[in-house]
């Protein structure tokens, strides 16, 4: 069975450095989202993305957030520069057209530690 | 936007035993509403959803029931066994925002045996 992949499983980081997120979506699905987790909370929506777009974001999703599709398979989400607010588990997600087909899969998810 | 309130926060039951967990939704417009079951540093695994025309869905032990009218649905899982233990959570999608999963505050399952 496919499924969304993500690297690394674990980012240290030190607060104002930036960091990439990586995301490997099911290959044919045309939805892609982030989602974020802080520990022992619930899992919150940053970003929708379609087309090569942005379709839709949070108010967590401010000016130091950046996603992108550089290519076929990828897609990535940047955070300029990192706070330690931004600790926390980041899952990557995809779907095909909502329209027929709200599921999404989950990826594993990446470990941020921000120090 | 959606706002998605769940509840218990934590619920420790018997081996064998049921267990309920509810959920409220605020967007009359959504349209689809999945649960999840979260393992200790694991991702969040689909385990059953539940479409806005449809009242009651059945997958072995476990069943979703959704209420549009009161705007609430949730999870029942029967004859319960420990490694049902794990958060569950609740989301609500569709309507005004397309696709975005807007989830629950969790509820820690415990089961003993």
């Known amino acids: 069975e496919p499924e969304v992949t993500q690297t690394p499983s674990h980012q240290v980081t030190q607060m104002g450095q930036e960091v990439i997120l990586r995301c490997v979506p099911i290959?044919?699905?045309?939805?892609f989202y982030w989602y974020r987790q802080i520990l022992g909370q619930k899992v919150e929506f940053l970003v929708s993305f379609y087309n090569n777009e942005i379709s839709e974001k949070s108010e967590i999703f401010d000016d130091q957030f950046s996603v992108e599709r550089p290519d076929g398979s990828n897609f990535t989400l940047k955070i300029r520069s990192t706070k330690l607010e931004d600790s926390a588990m980041y899952f990557c997600?995809?779907?095909?057209?909502?329209?027929?087909?709200?599921?999404?899969?989950f990826g594993p998810g990446t470990r941020l530690t921000v120090t | 936007g959606e706002n998605v309130e769940q509840h218990p926060s934590t619920l420790s039951v018997q081996e064998g035993d049921s267990a309920v967990i509810k959920c409220t939704y605020s967007d009359s417009a959504s349209n689809y509403f999945p649960w999840y079951k979260q393992e200790l540093g694991k991702r969040p695994q689909l385990i059953i959803d539940i479409r806005s025309n449809v009242g009651e869905k059945k997958d072995q032990r476990i069943a979703v029931t959704l209420n549009k009218t009161a705007k609430h649905f949730s999870l029942h899982i029967t004859e319960t066994q420990p490694e049902d233990s794990a958060v569950y959570f609740c989301?609500?999608?569709?309507?005004?925002?397309?696709?975005?999963?807007?989830f629950g505050q969790g509820t820690i399952l415990t089961v003993h045996p």
């Open positions: 290959s044919n699905h045309l939805y």
């Open positions: 997600a995809s779907s095909e057209d909502p329209a027929l087909n709200y599921e999404q899969y």
């Open positions: 989301a609500a999608a569709g309507g005004t925002s397309y696709g975005k999963l807007t």
